[in-house]
């Protein structure tokens, strides 16, 4: 079974310092993906970047980057230059496959709550 | 509309009583999922829908939970007989076939008292 971690259950970061987001897995697939969310109050989840387990570089999206250890089977997200919007629940997220359609179920972390401060 | 819509936005139901979730995915996304996030913690994956069938049951909480599709869009999530525990957020997702990325609605905050 797939398992994702997150030690963090809450972080406090200065405005604009960069901040990075722990996130453990475990699995037996050699094919997989890892994924960021954010959750605002508002609760719904914003996709933030996704990491493929073969790609080689590591992922970017604007402010955000993934820091992808693949024998540390570990995939932190860091955030630069932090911003009072977010403050917000981030989680970590693996696919897994359901069926031979292609189509997969995500399996979550319990989430870090990222307050930025001014 | 451009995202994923879930209605209602907050339900309040006494135990014991039938509540029905309705998520309308995004036009043209193909595959649909139901995830249950309870306070304080993580989304739990609960079923996905490809077109109008449901190959994949197995997150289910129990048998008062059910889920249809219609169409191959609207779904609805159907909790019978409605119990405290099942008072959580359940958040609908689409995605199109074979896409890495699930697209979320703002969720239905169930509370039974």
């Known amino acids: 079974a797939q398992k994702i971690t997150q030690t963090q259950p809450g972080m406090f970061v200065q405005e604009k310092e960069a901040v990075t987001l722990d996130c453990t897995y475990d699995?037996?697939?050699?094919?997989?993906?890892l994924f960021w969310y954010k959750q605002p109050s508002s609760g719904e989840m914003i996709f933030l970047i996704y990491?493929?387990?073969?790609?080689?570089q590591n992922a970017t999206e604007g402010r955000y980057s993934l820091n992808f250890q693949k024998a540390r089977k570990s995939a932190n997200l860091v955030i630069s230059a932090s911003q009072l919007g977010d403050s917000a629940m981030y989680f970590c997220?693996?696919?897994?496959?359901?069926?031979?359609?292609?189509?997969?179920?995500?399996?979550f972390g319990t989430g870090t709550r990222l307050t930025i401060i001014p | 509309g451009a995202g994923v819509s879930q209605s209602p936005s907050n339900k309040v139901t006494e135990k014991g009583k039938d509540v029905e979730l309705r998520c309308d995915p995004i036009?043209?996304?193909?595959?649909l999922y139901w995830y249950r996030q309870s306070l304080g913690q993580g989304l739990e994956f609960l079923i996905y829908?490809?077109?109008?069938?449901?190959?994949?049951k197995s997150g289910l909480p129990s048998d008062r939970f059910s889920a249809e599709r219609t169409g191959g869009s609207v779904s609805t999530l159907t909790i019978q007989r409605t119990q405290q525990e099942d008072s959580a957020v359940y958040l609908c997702?689409?995605?199109?076939?074979?896409?890495?990325?699930?697209?979320f609605g703002p969720g239905t905050r169930l509370l039974v008292l």
């Open positions: 990491q493929g387990s073969y790609d080689e």
């Open positions: 997220a693996m696919r897994e496959e359901l069926s031979n359609f292609g189509n997969e179920k995500l399996t």
């Open positions: 699995t037996s697939d050699q094919s997989y993906g």
């Open positions: 829908f490809q077109g109008n069938s449901a190959p994949d």
């Open positions: 036009s043209g996304h193909t595959a």
């Open positions: 997702a689409s995605s199109l076939v074979a896409a890495r990325t699930q697209y």
